[in-house]
């Protein structure tokens, strides 16, 4: 089945300077990845998700680039600010269906 | 438009007792996942369960184990309790299944289950 690996686990910027978050998937089949935002105590909420035929989706400071020769995917934040604050989930999916496999997730904290 | 549900928000059992875990989606979904959040683990798939059916399963042993109801309601029973399954549990729903997949998914806040 598939395997989705995510680095780092943690991750501290500081506010205004930007964050990236890496994902390998094992199954060169999936062909959907959503990244997930999970705050402390809330439920997770997709924030963007990109399909296997584009290369990069951008929507304001979130970006998602995907290079399929290569298996991974990459979340691009921006100009951090303290509400970025949370544990990012990236996940593939693989055919029909959304069962997603998710990464272990990278806490990231932006400091004042 | 009401979000998933679930209940019971907590749920405190001992070891060898059986939980019932049970989440609504949100009206016009017909899918259900469930997913069990243990510290550390991020997020593993348990059950999905579409039109009634049981669609694909994760690598949990068999007391793990659920339905879907008519109105596309879900439950997930855990039989024979250990105390390694104490996790959150998180429920999401979707539209039908796309013929090449993706779609988001909507959580519920999840049931936090802790076995003593």
């Known amino acids: 089945g598939e395997n989705v690996e995510q680095h780092p686990s943690t991750l501290s910027v500081q506010e205004g300077d930007s964050a990236v978050i890496k994902c390998t998937y094992s199954?060169?089949?999936?062909?959907?990845f959503p990244w997930y935002k999970q705050e402390l105590g809330k439920r997770p909420q997709l924030i963007i998700d990109i399909r296997s035929n584009v290369g990069e989706k951008k929507d304001q400071r979130i970006a998602v680039t995907l290079n399929k020769t290569a298996k991974h995917f990459s979340l691009h934040i921006t100009e951090t600010q303290p509400e970025d604050s949370a544990v990012y989930f990236c996940a593939a999916a693989t055919g029909g269906g959304n069962k997603l496999t998710f990464g272990t997730g990278t806490q990231l904290k932006v400091e004042l | 438009e009401a979000g998933v549900t679930q209940s019971p928000t907590h749920l405190i059992k001992t070891r060898g007792q059986q939980a019932t875990l049970r989440c609504s989606p949100i009206?016009?979904?017909?899918?259900v996942y469930w997913y069990q959040q243990a510290l550390g683990l991020g997020l593993q798939f348990l059950l999905w369960?579409?039109?009634?059916?049981?669609?694909n399963r994760g690598n949990f042993p068999p007391r793990f184990s659920g339905r879907q109801f008519p109105n596309y309601s879900s439950e997930l029973n855990v039989n024979a309790l250990e105390l390694e399954d104490s996790a959150l549990y998180l429920c999401a729903s979707s539209f039908a299944p796309r013929p090449l997949g993706g779609g988001e998914l909507f959580f519920g806040e999840g049931s936090r289950l802790t076995v003593l």
């Open positions: 369960y579409d039109e009634g059916e049981e669609r």
């Open positions: 009206s016009g979904h017909t899918s």
């Open positions: 199954d060169s089949a999936s062909n959907y």
